[in-house]
T-cell receptor
Framework: DQQVKQNSPSLSVQEGRISILNCDYT??????FLWYKKYPAEGPTFLIS?????DKNEDGRFTVFLNKSAKHLSLHIVPSQPGDSAVYFC??????????FGPGTRLSVLP | DSGVTQTPKHLITATGQRVTLRCSPR?????VYWYQQSLDQGLQFLIQ???????AKGNILERFSAQQFPDLHSELNLSSLELGDSALYFC?????????????????FGPGTRLTVL
């Protein structure tokens, strides 16, 4: 049973446009959500996070939105750049433990 | 550079063998997490240690075990290896000394160990 789902295995976006990566979860006990970016042959790198008491967190070009009632979060990247091409993982945790990762979405930003 | 180191980078072994993967967390981080990433799959949480004690357990097989030593480095032991154990194994750390453990801690990942079982 997948508690964190990323239903789009891949996404292609034109450079300069918005990238929207989606994530759904089933466990209502999750209280902290994170996005990680992973380049080939490297470990995942933390990108941005959001606590369940918020519905939006912004850091530069990256914004994460949380809809608790829908158990859905999304990562917006504006504007998208070729260097953003990577696999993006959504992760969730309960009180900082038992981190559960989604299967990832491969983003390709086309020049 | 995340500050988390993992050795070895690559490991090739045969079925039935036993291997040990090593992880050194970021300086001062007390928590170590182990993950397995099989081909084209997401990260599967295996186990977490905090300051030497097992804190949480995920989908870790009985053939696998881990420990965290007093100097906070951790080892993941994989025994009776099977072809399906071939994967990338990541270690991550979080929680610096002096910071309350638990909430709102992102993890910093090492570069991974690629295990190939032939």
């Amino acid at each position: 049973d997948q508690q964190v789902k990323q239903n789009s295995p891949s996404l292609s976006v034109q450079e300069g446009r918005i990238s929207i990566l989606n994530c759904d979860y089933t466990n209502s006990m999750f209280d902290y959500f994170l996005w990680y970016k992973k380049y080939p042959a490297e470990g995942p790198t933390f990108l941005i996070s959001i606590s369940s008491i918020k519905d939006k967190n912004e850091d530069g070009r990256f914004t994460v939105f949380l809809n608790k009632s829908a158990k859905h979060l999304s990562l917006h990247i504006v504007p998208s750049q070729p260097g953003d091409s990577a696999v993006y993982f959504c992760a969730a945790s309960t009180y900082g433990q038992n981190f559960v990762f989604g299967p990832g979405t491969r983003l390709s930003v086309l020049p | 550079d995340s500050g988390v180191t993992q050795t070895p980078k690559h490991l090739i072994t045969a079925t039935g063998q036993r291997v040990t993967l090593r992880c050194s967390p970021r300086s001062g981080d007390l928590s170590v997490y182990w993950y397995q990433q099989s081909l084209d799959q997401g990260l599967q949480f295996l186990i977490q240690y905090y300051n030497g004690e097992e804190r949480a357990k995920g989908n870790i097989l009985e053939r696998f075990s881990a420990q965290q030593f007093p100097d906070l480095h951790s080892e993941l032991n994989l025994s009776s290896l099977e072809l399906g154990d071939s994967a990338l194994y990541f270690c991550a750390s979080s929680v610096r000394e002096g910071v309350l453990s638990g909430h709102n801690n992102e993890q910093f990942f090492g570069p991974g160990t690629r295990l190939t079982v032939l």
